[in-house]
């Protein structure tokens, strides 16, 4: 989802540049600033447990039920805002 919200987010910072050279262009007010919200990337978040994961000794490991939310739900503390923000790019 993030890379399919990466490409989508970019297309729309190009659109909203390309309009602030037309208007700079056709003399019209200049918007400066673009408010678009970034999509983050959390591929690190997953990674870092699944080398956890990997590197453990044990046959057997005990996780907490925030972590057994996080990691086995997929319920991250994050995931909401990240789901809205890739949501807004992403057809």
Known sequence: MFVKAQEGYRKRVI????QALED??????ITTQIRL???EDHTADYDR???MLEMSVDDELEITSHEFDW???DNWQWK???SQT?????D
Do not use: D, T
């Open 49 to 51: 447990v699944i080398r």
């Open 86 to 90: 890739c949501g807004m790019y992403v």
């Open 80 to 82: 909401g805002l990240v």
């Open 15 to 18: 659109q909203e540049l390309n």
């Open 37 to 39: 919200p970034a999509p």
């Open 24 to 29: 700079a262009k056709a003399g019209r007010q």
């Open 71 to 73: 990691y086995v739900m």
